[in-house]
């Protein structure tokens, strides 16, 4: 169906129809107390500290939105986060359709290969998710999503540099029920999404939630005539819960996500010569590649959470899991149908996790304390396929980790109005790098199917093992004169620990074998959280200052006189980071409210050491390097108008979302580094009478935008000239159905 006649139809019955839209920007809630917030009158609860309190209370910058605000706009995975939370990037990683990129203030990891950690940790259901594969989560059967920034090393440990999202699914409950939603949209969408609680008895119950996303590409692969865009997956969660009495819960959980979309390989930003098969596309969502559309990857995971209160002051919490996930994934650096510069790769992971918590609740004091252990391994191989020069480089390698941690955090209420609030945690990690580079004369290496390659020169082989620890401190303090205010300060120390370079090369850097050090971040924050005229006024406000010491930084340079592109993690940046944080609720009544949000960052290198042209002493170079991923500028805005129709309730929610101009990389790119963007959207609802039926339609993009969120940049005739680009979904409608029972 062409979209014009599609929105049309939509439109049409949008008007009359719709489900419940509750805010298109944040509303800091759980979604079983968002209909009361509309009344402005409810405490917001989070568990941002790993203890439930009220989020006016909590002296951490955050926001939480809903799982049913995020369905309600139309958002189907966590990169929507990007639009609704200041100072924040969350984006689908460059060449994949699962894999998470984060930043917050400033900090994170574009790098998505095996073995390198992310600076924003990912928890789902309080269980850390160590690998950026398979983490673009889908909006179904979850609570909230909290978002956290700034440094949480104390409570959330190692990679958690730049912030935390807490991804928190639906707890079963003892009652029988479920919904099932349908959607239609643009591109052949088609969304399936089912959710069930059966109770078993009064103390337990089983649950599952499962869900099928289809659509067509939003362009096509030239060469192929494959779908690019695409989207083809299946998610399942089923759970168990066992609540014998108040102080005793039990929750097993398993969940599985499987992404057959073909590979987003990207489009052109410049030719190459004036040849034409180098040419950009006419539009930036078709590509001429010519690797082929295999793609798949699959990740699982099992959890185990007990708690048990001891007393009335004290409760013990436990949570075990295991996760693995394997990937297969092409790239198609040049863009094109021949292997000018083609990347085929595969990753495997697994992980297991135990946190053991003790929380203490008394009159005075709050707190948690608690032990940690990690045992991953990630591993995984790629060719790098030159087939100007009919050469491949295979790179492979294997990265262990064991990490434990001991921490406490606790608030002590010196007044009634002053609360201090203190944490330490302690983080062991200890890395075995296993690394493998070859030569091999040919398209690629036997491990990707060409047996007739000619094994050549061996460029990297070592295996070497390092430890890592570090204390990592927080403190705050908090001012609360009533009930509605409260004015805090507080300091936090991150840590991300070091490790070793899987695409190292010893031919061009010896040193790799070493590996490379840990990074820092030293963040001073003050703040206001405020509620105003009987609760219908909502303000959160934050200033913040960081130290970012020893920064990770992943640098490539091609390089054909030597062989190939040299790649290497260096410990070169020190900078500072300083910004700011406004988020606005009004809701003055149960028929409108308005929601905005601001954020600021300033980002600035002062010291970057690199070497360049060949030579052996590092140069500074901060003043031609900027943090990338960073706009200065965020914004967004969204009001909901409701009221009554044909005995239901119906709703209208337009929707806008700002950001500046961003570098892609720390090396300024004009031909690659996408320009800043505004995006419009708009949400249309009805639910009966009985709230059983929901009928909805989301309008994303309005204004069909063409905005870049990613790219690499490899010029030279050697390697095509090739400078590519990924962009962010066209206009699209989708039109929704839903039935609770």
């Not at 939509?10 to 489900?19: C, D, E, F, K, T």
């Not at 001012?479 to 190292?504: E, T, V």
């Not at 028929?591 to 290198?605: E, Q, R, V």
């Amino acid at each position: 169906m062409k979209f014009q006649s599609f929105t049309r139809a939509v439109l049409m019955s949008g008007i009359a129809l719709g489900s419940v839209t509750t805010m298109a920007t944040p509303v800091w809630a759980q979604d079983e107390a968002m209909a009361d917030e509309a009344e402005g009158g409810d405490e917001i609860i989070v568990t941002a500290r790993r203890r439930e309190e009220s989020l006016l209370d909590v002296p951490i910058s955050m926001t939480a939105i809903s799982g049913d605000t995020l369905a309600a706009q139309g958002a189907v995975d966590i990169t929507a986060l990007q639009d609704k939370t200041p100072n924040m990037t969350m984006q689908i990683a460059r060449g994949s359709n699962s894999t998470l990129i984060g930043f917050i203030r400033g900090v994170g990891q574009q790098d998505p290969l095996w073995g390198f950690e992310p600076g924003v940790g990912l928890y789902v259901d309080d269980v850390y998710v160590a690998r950026p594969q398979g983490a673009v989560l889908d909006i179904f059967d979850v609570s909230r999503v909290e978002v956290l920034r700034g440094p949480q090393g104390t409570l959330y440990g190692r990679n958690t540099i730049g912030g935390a999202v807490k991804y928190v699914t639906n707890k079963l409950g003892n009652e029988f029920g479920g919904k099932v939603r349908a959607s239609y949209g643009a591109y052949n969408q088609i969304d399936l999404i089912g959710q069930i609680t059966i109770p078993i008895g009064d103390t337990f119950s089983v649950g599952g939630a499962i869900a099928w996303y289809q659509r067509d590409g939003f362009g096509k692969n030239l060469t192929t005539g494959a779908d690019q865009y695409d989207k083809d997956v299946l998610a399942g969660r089923i759970s168990a819960e066992f609540a014998p009495s108040d102080s005793v819960f039990i929750r097993v959980a398993a969940d599985k996500i499987i992404d057959k979309s073909n590979p987003r390989h990207g489009t052109r930003l410049v030719g190459n010569g004036g040849l034409a098969a180098f040419q950009p596309t006419a539009s930036v969502y078709d590509t001429r590649a010519g690797i082929g559309e295999d793609n798949k990857v699959e990740t699982q995971g099992v959890s185990l959470t007990a708690e048990i209160g001891l007393s009335d002051a004290l409760t013990f919490k436990s949570i075990s899991a295991y996760r693995d996930g394997h990937t297969d994934t092409l790239i198609d650096f040049d863009n094109t149908a021949g292997p000018v510069l083609d990347i085929p790769a595969f990753y495997d992971d697994r992980q297991f996790t135990q946190e053991l918590q003790l929380l203490f609740e008394g009159d005075r004091i709050q707190g948690v304390a608690g032990l940690y252990y990690l045992d991953a391994r990630a591993s995984g191989a790629f060719d790098t396929v030159l087939g100007l020069s009919n050469l491949t480089i295979l790179t492979s390698g294997t990265v262990k980790t064991k990490s434990y941690a001991a921490f406490a955090d606790f608030s002590f209420d010196v007044t009634e109005q002053l609360k201090l609030s203190a944490g330490l945690r302690y983080t062991k990690d200890d890395k075995t790098g296993t690394v493998f580079r070859r030569n091999y004369a040919g398209i690629r290496s036997p491990i990707f199917g060409n047996a007739a390659a000619v094994a050549g020169f061996i460029r990297t082989d070592y295996t070497n093992d390092r430890s890592f620890e570090k204390f990592t401190p927080r403190v705050s303090l908090s001012y609360q004169p009533n009930d509605n205010a409260n004015f805090y300060a507080s300091y936090g120390k991150g840590f991300k620990s070091g490790g070793f370079d899987m695409r190292g090369d010893a031919a061009f850097t010896p040193t790799t074998v070493n590996g490379y050090e840990p990074e820092t971040i030293d963040s001073y924050e003050i703040g206001f959280k405020g509620a105003f005229l009987d609760r219908t006024l909502f303000t959160n406000f934050a200033l913040f200052k960081s130290k970012y010491k020893n920064q990770q930084v992943t640098i490539q340079v091609p390089n054909l006189l030597l062989g190939g592109i040299a790649s290497f993690v260096d410990n070169a940046g020190r900078g500072d980071i300083s910004g700011a944080e406004f988020e606005l609720r009004v809701v003055p009544s149960a028929n409108f409210s308005m929601n905005a949000a601001i954020g600021y960052t300033n980002a600035d290198y002062k010291e970057f050491l690199t070497l360049i042209a060949g030579g052996t002493t590092p140069v500074d170079v901060s003043n031609a390097r900027e943090f990338q991923n960073t706009p200065k500028f965020t914004a967004s805005a969204s009001a909901t108008a409701s009221g009554d129709l044909l005995g239901g309730r119906i709703s209208f929610t337009p929707a806008v979302s700002l950001r500046s101009d961003a570098y892609m990389f720390e090396i300024p790119t004009p031909a690659l580094d996408p320009d800043g963007y505004f995006l419009v959207d708009a949400s249309a609802a009805w639910t009966s009478p009985d709230d059983a039926f929901k009928l909805s339609v989301n309008l994303r993009n309005l204004t069909n935008e063409r905005y870049r969120v990613g790219g690499y940049n490899f010029p030279g005739a050697g390697f095509g000239n090739s400078i590519i680009g990924y962009y962010g979904p066209p206009r699209t409608a989708t039109f929704n159905i839903e039935y609770r029972f």
